[in-house]
């Protein structure tokens, strides 16, 4: 099917209902007159009107149908509309309906204050303004449409971002096969062959194990990402101390290399998941060594301090640091700020940071200065955790 085609193609049945949905109103009212005038103000309005007689024929229409508004008459014989209010307000489809009452009884406080008590958002007297009826109505009209259409996009977005995490991460776990045996194969053929080769035939399989390489890489950062809400986060009580020094075991290459000083006090053990520990510390130790400038040693010092209901830990460098124009960038995956010939890297590990930690109750933020390194931190709930469901 080409592009034209698909662009006019009919869209799906069911896939606008929601958007295009015209609003209820439900008017209420013992006097078939009294209806008869008020539809008559409200025709005009893009709603579907319904109208009820009594309580009892209102509640029913409730059980039936989800309505935007409801005008209630207060005097009406066997179940007055305070009664039928209440009751309505019992079904789940009228959570946060507005309800305005309409009556030609006395004006006193009281009867105002038991409509508000209610839940009643206006109290109105007969005989009715039509033109004051009809814009209060209009205005709850319009704000009922733009709810449904904002819940109806946020289900679309989620059912779209749902479907975006399953392809990357179908995409990611089949092509780790290919990847691994292309990777093997040049290593391979480095092995055996590379006295056989030119200059520029060793050149060109540097190129493919390298790129092997950082594809690799790629799709491990790609599919841990993916899973990030997929699977259930199982909180236990996790020794951040004992998780720092396997981590800087880990770098060990990478911190003698570089003269690197890493300096931290005793780390709090906290109920959380012990893969998003390894994670935040994987990333943040690693860009802290991998973006200096070489002009002196990294320095980079790992701290946590109680802060109300939370832990607040920090990773500080003496690197680089970051333009305060990229904060809006760092956090979003894929996204790089430098060349990765500068800083090699796949844009995905702090994007899967915030990713992971929001869904354990903490959030994710630095602050730095160009040329005078960066302080990430975080913060967690020091309060006993449960199971958190994948979302």
């Not at 005038?37 to 989800?66: M, P, Y």
């Not at 309906?97 to 406080?109: G, L, M, N, R, Y």
């Not at 010092?301 to 690197?319: I, K, L, M």
Request: charged share 25%; hydrophobic share 40%; glycine share 6%.
């Amino acid at each position: 099917m080409t592009i034209a085609t698909l662009a006019s193609a009919p869209k799906a049945a069911g896939s606008t209902v929601i958007a295009e949905a015209r609003p209820k109103i439900l008017l209420v009212d013992d006097r078939w007159e009294n209806l008869l005038a008020t539809e008559k103000v409200l025709k005009s309005l893009q709603a579907d009107i319904f109208k009820a007689s009594s309580g009892n024929e209102a509640l029913s229409l409730v059980l039936r149908h989800d309505f935007a508004i409801v005008l209630l008459d207060v005097q009406m014989p066997e179940m007055d509309g305070f009664e039928t209010a209440v009751l309505m307000q019992e079904h789940e489809s009228m959570a946060g309906v507005p309800i305005i009452f309409v009556t030609a009884i006395s004006k006193e406080d009281k009867y105002a204050s038991q409509a508000a008590a209610i839940g009643a958002v206006d109290y109105i007297f007969k005989p009715i303004n039509p033109d004051i009826l009809k814009s209060k109505v209009k205005v709850y009209l319009d704000l009922y449409v733009q709810r449904e259409q904002i819940l109806h996009l946020n289900a679309t977005l989620s059912q779209s971002n749902e479907e975006l995490e399953r392809f990357a991460y179908i995409c990611s776990h089949d092509m780790q096969e290919p990847v691994r045996m292309m990777n093997a194969f040049a290593g391979l053929l480095s092995e055996t062959s590379e006295e056989t080769l030119d200059e520029g035939g060793r050149r060109y399989l540097n190129f493919i194990l390298d790129n092997a390489r950082r594809m690799q890489k790629m799709i491990s950062d790609i599919l841990t990402f993916s899973r990030v809400g997929r699977e259930d986060i199982l909180l236990e009580t996790v020794d951040c101390g004992a998780i720092l020094d396997e981590i800087l075991s880990e770098f060990e290459d990478a911190i003698q290399g570089s003269y690197a000083e890493i300096v931290y006090d005793p780390l709090p053990s906290v109920e959380t998941s012990s893969t998003l520990i390894r994670v935040l510390f994987q990333n943040l130790i690693g860009n802290a060594l991998k973006f200096q400038n070489g002009s002196r040693p990294p320095k980079i010092t790992v701290a946590a301090t109680p802060e109300g209901r939370f832990w607040r830990f920090s990773v500080r460098d003496n690197g680089i640091g970051i333009d305060e124009s990229f904060r809006t960038r760092i956090f979003t995956i894929f996204q790089r700020l430098h060349r990765k010939e500068d800083y090699p890297g796949t844009g995905i590990g702090l994007s899967t940071c915030r990713k992971f930690i929001q869904l354990c109750g903490g959030e994710i933020d630095f602050t730095s200065a160009p040329g005078q390194g960066s302080t990430f931190y975080f913060t967690l709930p020091r309060k006993e955790g449960r199971s958190h469901e994948a979302v």
